[in-house]
């Protein structure tokens, strides 16, 4: 079977956790953005937002990237699904590493990712709107608009959950028979 790769973005809040959960479930490997920046921040002492920007300043745009390039290497895995993409850089990378490489994007409102993230908790989470909109201006600011508005697949997470998730299985069912068919030598769709 060729490998296949797979992107999601989308804002904070938006569901891209959920759609990751999904292809845990159908086996694939996930590698997450953010827990890369995580890591990092955690070694370095800081909070996830600072070293986020401040590895872009020191490595340049490519670095996050490229570490989820390196752990994808590593991997014994066919299967992959990359979480968290921000920026059209990053995009470019991953489709010249990885042909047939696609993006999902999962979108939900402001106001019901605010809403996600109250409830939620995480330690990067907020429960103030104005630090919850500055989180989103620092998305934005990355590129992740284009990212959405370029990617292959998206998902509307408005509805229950149980509605992502059925939407989310189907596309990477697609997309994993894909790979399977490339590899047996049938054509891409492009
Ligand atoms: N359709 C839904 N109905 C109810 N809860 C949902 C729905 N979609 C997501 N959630 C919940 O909202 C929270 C945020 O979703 P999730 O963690 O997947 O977002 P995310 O896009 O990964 O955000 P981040 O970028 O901040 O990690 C989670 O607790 C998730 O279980």
């Given at each position: 079977m060729n490998m296949v790769v797979i992107g999601v973005?989308?804002?904070?809040?938006?569901?891209?956790?959920?759609?990751?959960?999904?292809?845990?479930?159908?086996?694939?490997?996930?590698?997450?953005?953010?827990?890369?920046?995580?890591?990092?921040?955690?070694?370095?002492g800081e909070d996830p937002g600072v070293t986020a920007?401040?590895?872009?300043?020191?490595?340049?745009?490519?670095?996050?990237?490229?570490?989820?390039?390196?752990?994808?290497?590593?991997?014994?895995?066919?299967?992959?699904l990359i979480e968290g993409i921000r920026s059209p850089h990053e995009v470019e990378i991953f489709r010249k590493?990885?042909?047939?490489?696609?993006?999902?994007?999962?979108f939900s409102t402001r106001k019901t990712r605010f809403r996600r993230l109250r409830k939620r908790q995480r330690e990067d989470d907020s429960q103030r709107y104005a630090e919850f909109v500055?989180?989103?201006e620092r998305?934005?600011?990355?590129?992740?608009g284009d990212v959405i508005a370029t990617s292959d697949?998206?998902?509307?997470?408005?509805?229950?959950?149980?509605?992502i998730k059925k939407q989310a299985k189907q596309i990477l069912r697609?997309?994993?028979?894909?790979?399977?068919?490339?590899?047996?030598?049938?054509?891409e769709d492009g």
């Open positions: 973005t989308g804002m904070p809040g938006a569901g891209k956790g959920v759609v990751s959960r999904i292809a845990e479930s159908m086996g694939f490997r996930v590698i997450r953005m953010g827990d890369v920046i995580r890591d990092e921040a955690r070694k370095r920007v401040r590895l872009r300043e020191e490595y340049g745009k490519y670095v996050v990237a490229e570490k989820c390039v390196e752990r994808i290497q590593e991997s014994e895995s066919e299967m992959f590493r990885f042909p047939g490489f696609r993006v999902i994007s999962v500055e989180r989103d998305e934005l600011g990355f590129g992740i697949y998206m998902i509307v997470n408005e509805g229950p959950i149980w509605k697609k997309l994993a028979e894909k790979g399977e068919e490339s590899s047996r030598g049938g054509q």
